[in-house]
């Protein structure tokens, strides 16, 4: 026989290391059964057979710097937030034809698995098309390319595309569903169909691509607004639209009056907790206890529930889309939403009062709140050197030479895939003044310049009425974003669109460059022969200065006064567009953008500026208006 002595002093060392082995051994929310995934079971949903609501908040992770995923997720569970929705861009993913991204920020097998390390469960909403203020919603503007492209239809030269992008897409998430042991629960077919539907066989489309290639959670899609929700449909166990027939009214509180679904769950996929702005508006807020109350309200009567957004975030480079009615307009780079977390992830008094709430349907304590990060206002950068547009035209890719205008989306540019976003210029010569008409033909704003004189064009300019001589009509168009929602998804094209005229005759002979100021061209720039800063610097037009951070750097907003119009470098990052009309008069810089010691600060304005950039620790989303 064999007899084991434990010393005294190692009793109570080896008692913990049983307790620990014997809490491992426990039940917990990551140890259930994952024989049986979200289902509807009566009036409530089941999670493993147990009851289970969804307190889910939307965070989108191409909106948040990678090194910030983590921080805005504890967040979310330190809120009582369980479940955890994204979109997934296509556009994003797959910028050309043939090319894929998902890394580094777009790593979304990496998010998934840091929700699912955090503790949250996560409904995935892959689209294709997934609207969420981008640029046309989400869906790449090389389909465009097709003239006869019908987007969200069963056309073939859209479905083909969807196929390929879910082949890539799909494998990735199959493993981390649920019931193999990840946290997506359910995904959702779509996004707003009901609303614009005009094919019936699309949503078929979806949902078996989805099946096919092995996508077994719950599915679910909604279509309708009523007030500020989105409401469900379930059916057969699986979630459907909800059509407008189907519901009395969108006034917010009457819904709750409504039995929409007898002896079904019902889920608000998204509850807004403030809204988006376009620039040239007011910075749109949600008084928190009016949002609130109505978020009370939901839980009292058993529902699920969904906050869109949870952490807004930023539109960071040129993903912004716009809206067409009632006008054509722009999207901000913010994409603060007023949500409950700030877009540098502060707390709100929204968040607060939910905390308290959401405590109350948890049996446990919820988690401390991670602390919040430091905010630093930095000395200005001086920019002392300058280049003007037509100097830095070297360092584009070759021009393409066309007898006519050409969109950007048809430029044969980027591997034949197109222009996706930012600026083209267009150039011909023309030898007398006149009257120059567009018609409806630039999209979206253009400035016009014939030398020497430049001005910002708008409908009609009357030139002087004489000859001129051999002169460059330079325009230079800028896509401002294309519609991110609507029934005019196929007419975004962007640049040049069809002819523009002089005297009434179509020009022609054009010299076209794409201005997308992609990463490879700004590292390019780099390289020209920057001149010193003069007094009166020709626009547009690129400044260049530097920042410099001692020690650890921090979060801090980049702000332009003295400015126009333009888009802002910090070491090569696109940090979006800014404006002088407003609301926002602050770019979010994240600290994991900026290096301890020098960093390039690059800006490309339209019409005038300052000699400096300011580094301020606060933000400025502009006056504020309420939602109504």
């Given at each position: 026989m064999v007899v084991f002595r434990i010393r005294a002093s190692h009793r109570r060392r080896y008692a913990v290391l049983f307790l620990f082995i014997l809490f491992l051994s426990l039940p917990s929310g990551r140890n259930l059964s994952r024989k049986e995934g979200l289902s509807v079971n009566s009036s409530q949903f089941t999670l493993s057979g147990e009851p289970f609501r969804i307190i889910g908040g939307s965070l989108h992770y191409f909106r948040v710097p990678k090194a910030y995923w983590k921080d805005r997720m504890l967040k979310m569970k330190a809120c009582g937030i369980n479940t955890l929705t994204t979109y997934v861009p296509w556009s994003l993913h797959q910028p050309e034809r043939g090319v894929f991204h998902f890394h580094k920020q777009l790593d979304l097998e990496a998010y998934l698995n840091l929700a699912a390390d955090v503790g949250l469960w996560v409904i995935l909403r892959p689209g294709p098309y997934v609207c969420s203020e981008l640029d046309l919603g989400g869906l790449p503007s090389w389909l465009l390319r097709d003239e006869n492209m019908k987007l969200r239809t069963t056309y073939p030269g859209f479905t083909d595309a969807v196929n390929t992008f879910y082949d890539k897409l799909v494998p990735k998430m199959v493993p981390l569903q649920f019931k193999k042991g990840g946290p997506i629960i359910a995904v959702q077919l779509e996004n707003e169909y009901g609303s614009y539907a005009v094919d019936n066989n699309y949503m078929d489309f979806v949902k078996q691509a989805l099946l096919s290639r092995g996508i077994s959670e719950l599915l679910l899609t909604f279509g309708i607004k009523c007030g500020y929700f989105n409401i469900i449909k379930i059916h057969n166990n699986h979630v459907y639209m909800l059509h407008e027939s189907e519901l009395p009214t969108e006034n917010k509180h009457s819904f709750f009056a409504f039995n929409l679904q007898p002896k079904k769950p019902v889920m608000v996929m998204e509850y807004w907790t403030g809204?988006?702005?376009?620039?040239?508006?007011?910075?749109?807020?949600?008084?928190?206890?009016?949002?609130?109350?109505?978020?009370?309200?939901?839980?009292?009567?058993?529902?699920?529930?969904?906050?869109?957004?949870?952490?807004?975030?930023?539109?960071?480079?040129?993903?912004?889309?716009?809206?067409?009615?009632?006008?054509?307009?722009?999207?901000?780079?913010?994409?603060?939403?007023?949500?409950?977390?700030?877009?540098?992830?502060d707390y709100t008094p929204k968040y607060h009062l939910l905390?308290?709430?959401?405590?109350?349907?948890?049996?446990?304590?919820?988690?401390?709140?991670?602390?919040?990060?430091?905010?630093?206002?930095?000395?200005?950068?001086?920019?002392?050197?300058?280049?003007?547009?037509?100097?830095?035209?070297?360092?584009?890719?070759?021009?393409?030479?066309?007898?006519?205008?050409?969109?950007?989306?048809?430029?044969?540019?980027?591997?034949?895939?197109?222009?996706?976003?930012?600026?083209?210029?267009?150039?011909?010569?023309?030898?007398?003044?006149?009257?120059?008409?567009?018609?409806?033909?630039?999209?979206?704003?253009?400035?016009?310049?014939?030398?020497?004189?430049?001005?910002?064009?708008?409908?009609?300019?009357?030139?002087?009425t004489e000859e001129l001589g051999e002169r460059t009509l330079s325009l230079l168009v800028e896509n401002c974003g294309r519609v991110h929602y609507g029934k005019t998804l196929d007419l975004q094209r962007k640049g040049l669109i069809r002819d523009i005229f002089l005297n009434n005759k179509p020009l022609r002979d054009f010299t076209i460059y794409s201005l997308d100021l992609n990463p490879a061209f700004i590292d390019r720039l780099y390289r020209a022969p920057w001149k010193a800063l003069p007094l009166a610097p020709s626009f547009p037009g690129f400044s260049l200065g530097r920042l410099f951070v001692d020690g650890y750097p921090s979060d801090t907003y980049v702000k332009l006064p003295g400015w126009s119009k333009g888009v802002v470098f910090i070491n090569g990052q696109n940090l979006g567009r800014y404006w002088h009309i407003g609301p926002q008069q602050a770019l979010y810089l994240p600290g994991p953008f900026l290096n301890g010691g020098i960093n390039e600060v690059l800006v490309f304005e339209e019409h005038e500026a300052d000699l400096k950039v300011l580094f301020e620790d606060s933000p400025d989303l502009g006056m504020t208006v309420d939602i109504q």
């Open positions: 809204w988006y702005d376009g620039w040239g508006d007011l910075h749109h807020v949600f008084p928190p206890e009016d949002m609130v109350a109505v978020v009370r309200e939901i839980l009292r009567q058993g529902m699920s529930i969904n906050l869109y957004m949870f952490h807004g975030g930023t539109n960071f480079g040129f993903t912004s889309g716009a809206v067409e009615s009632p006008s054509y307009k722009p999207i901000i780079t913010s994409y603060d939403y007023d949500a409950p977390l700030t877009e540098d992830g905390r308290d709430l959401f405590s109350r349907y948890h049996s446990e304590k919820l988690p401390e709140m991670p602390v919040i990060r430091w905010k630093e206002g930095y000395e200005a950068a001086i920019m002392y050197q300058h280049l003007s547009l037509w100097d830095s035209l070297p360092f584009l890719e070759k021009p393409f030479k066309s007898q006519t205008p050409v969109n950007m989306e048809n430029l044969p540019v980027n591997n034949g895939n197109g222009q996706l976003y930012g600026y083209t210029l267009y150039e011909t010569m023309i030898s007398s003044g006149g009257s120059l008409k567009s018609g409806n033909s630039i999209r979206d704003r253009a400035i016009v310049s014939i030398f020497p004189d430049s001005i910002l064009f708008i409908g009609v300019f009357q030139f002087k």
